[in-house]
């Protein structure tokens, strides 16, 4: 496939998409549900509101995936490390890993818990005290953790690409023209 300045646009708009929901899907997993027992009334309004965003996350995740495999791409960028541009492929792969593992965790935890008749069916049922009592929940924990690790490494490597490296990486992740065969990567 031949080489291009930036990616698709279509990537493009789904790689910030992503990237707002799934720190929004952590931002009210961490804080909304830690400030909300089960008890309260507003936790079935949260938690729709979190399932609803994790099954569209997935749903955009493998869209994404799909694009990526079909459109033309920039060359690798190279961080100047061979070791760590031997890492990055696992790096991103895992962001996908990751995303399937939490939506696995967290579908299964909904299934364990009756939560789609709760929380979408309104069948008036009160919420179970806990989740933590299903292994999957407690998974869905440390699975969000080590993406949020992710998510640092991979803001702290683009950051490095761009103020120290100055290899222009943000561009190729932006709308603008797209031209093939590059002089440059980064052009
Ligand atoms: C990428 C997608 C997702 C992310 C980033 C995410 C993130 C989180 C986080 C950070 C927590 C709190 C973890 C903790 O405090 O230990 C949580 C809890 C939870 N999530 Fe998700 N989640 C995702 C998808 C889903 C999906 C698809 C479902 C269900 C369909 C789901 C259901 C739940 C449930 C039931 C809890 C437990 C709430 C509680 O204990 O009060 N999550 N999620």
Redesign the pocket.
């Known amino acids: 496939m031949k080489q291009v300045s930036r990616y698709h646009p279509l990537l493009v708009t789904l790689h910030w998409a992503l990237a707002f929901?799934?720190i929004a899907?952590?931002?009210?997993?961490?804080f909304g549900?830690?400030a909300?027992p089960?008890s309260d009334p507003q936790?079935i309004d949260i938690?729709r509101a979190?399932?609803a965003?994790?099954?569209l996350?997935?749903a955009l995740?493998a869209i994404r995936f799909i694009v990526r495999m079909m459109t033309s791409k920039p060359a690798v960028a190279t961080t100047g490390f061979p070791l760590l541009d031997r890492i990055a492929p696992f790096s991103h792969y895992g962001f996908y890993v990751?995303?399937l593992l939490?939506?696995g965790?967290?579908?299964t935890?909904?299934i364990l818990?009756g939560?789609p008749a709760i929380v979408f069916g309104g069948s008036g049922d009160p919420l179970t005290p806990?989740?933590?009592i299903y292994p999957t929940?407690?998974a869905?924990?440390?699975i969000?953790?080590l993406?949020v690790g992710f998510i640092v490494l991979h803001v702290l490597a683009a950051f490095y690409h761009q103020f120290v490296r100055k290899d222009r990486l943000f561009r190729r992740m932006f709308f603008g023209r797209r031209v093939s065969n590059p002089v440059t990567p980064a052009e």
Request: aromatic fraction near 12%; charged fraction near 5%.
């Open positions: 929901l799934i899907a952590l931002t009210l997993g961490f549900f830690a909300t089960n936790k938690l979190h399932m965003g994790g099954m996350i997935l995740m990751l995303v939490m939506a965790t967290g579908y935890t909904a818990a939560l806990t989740f933590v929940r407690v869905h924990g440390y969000a953790t993406l």
